[in-house]
C-alpha cells in the first residue's frame, strides 16, 4: 500500500513537471527573440530662405482663405502619398489634376489628409467643409514644428516631415512570424528602460535604443498607463506611457518642388489614412 502511495506521488509529480515545462515552452514561442528591423535617421533639411518664404505666403493664404494667393502657391498636378496604419504596407502614390478651379484641387486634396472631415447634415455641396478641411491641414503641416526634410518618393522636394525608412518586407515578415499587427511596431528617440513588471519599482529587463522598430505585446494584460512590449531576447517587458515617449514612423505634412521659374510650389501631401 506505501508503495502504491509513492508511486502515486511519483506519477503526479511527473505530469506537474510535464505541465510546467509545457507551459514554460508556450511562453516562449510566444514571445520569441527577433532582431529588431533597422530605421534610418530622418533625412532633415533646413530649408533654403526662399522656401520659408514660399511657405510662409502660403501660411498666410491658407489663414487668409486667400483662393488667389493659395493658387499661385499649388503646383497644377500634386501628389498625393498615401500611407498605411499597417507598416508591412507599402505606401502608395496619385498624381491629381490639373484643375480648372482652385477649389477643386483642395476638395481632392482634402481626401489626404489622414481622417475624415465633417459633412453638411442635409446633403449639400460638400465643398466648403473640403475646403476648410485642406486649409487646416495646411497650416498646422507648416507650423507643427517637425523636422523638414527629404522624402525618397518625392525627388527633390523638400517636405515639412523627414521621412525615416525602413525595410517594409522585413516588417511585413516579422508582424507574421510574431503574429502581430504591423501597426504595432514603434521607435524610441533615446535609450528607454523596459521593465519586468509593470511596476516603477520592477528591474529593468531590457533598454531599447534608437534607430530600431520594435514591437508592442497586446496579447499581455497590463494595467492602467502600462503597456506590454515584445523584447528582442525574447519574452515580455513593460513600459509606462506616463513616462516613457515611443513613436511611430509615419509621415504627416506637404511637400515643396521648385517649378520652372524656379519657384517653390505646393508639389504633394501625405497622411496615414488607413
Sequence with gaps: MLRQSRLLVQ?????????????????VVGGEPYAPPNLAPADAVVPPADLIEAATALLVASRNDDRAAIAARLAPQPTLIDGALELG????TETIGPFKRVDEALVALADNIGGTYEQPFDGSDVTPFAVAAELDFI????????????????????????????????VAALGERLDIQTSSFFFVEAPTAVLSKPSSDAAVAATLEPDLLYAL??????????????????GSGFLDFETSVISKPYASGICFTRDASASWKMSAQTATNQ
Excluded: K
Design 11 to 27: 506519477t503526479q509529480s511527473c505530469l506537474l513537471a510535464l505541465l510546467v515545462s509545457a507551459t514554460a515552452s508556450a511562453m
Design 89 to 92: 504596407l507599402p505606401r502608395r
Design 139 to 170: 497650416i498646422s503641416s507648416i507650423i507643427d514644428g517637425q523636422e523638414w526634410g527629404r522624402d525618397p518618393l518625392l525627388e527633390g522636394a523638400i517636405c515639412t516631415y523627414a521621412f525615416r525608412v525602413f525595410d517594409q518586407r522585413a
Design 217 to 234: 505585446d497586446y496579447n499581455t494584460d497590463a494595467p492602467g498607463s502600462w503597456i506590454a512590449v515584445h523584447l528582442p531576447e525574447g
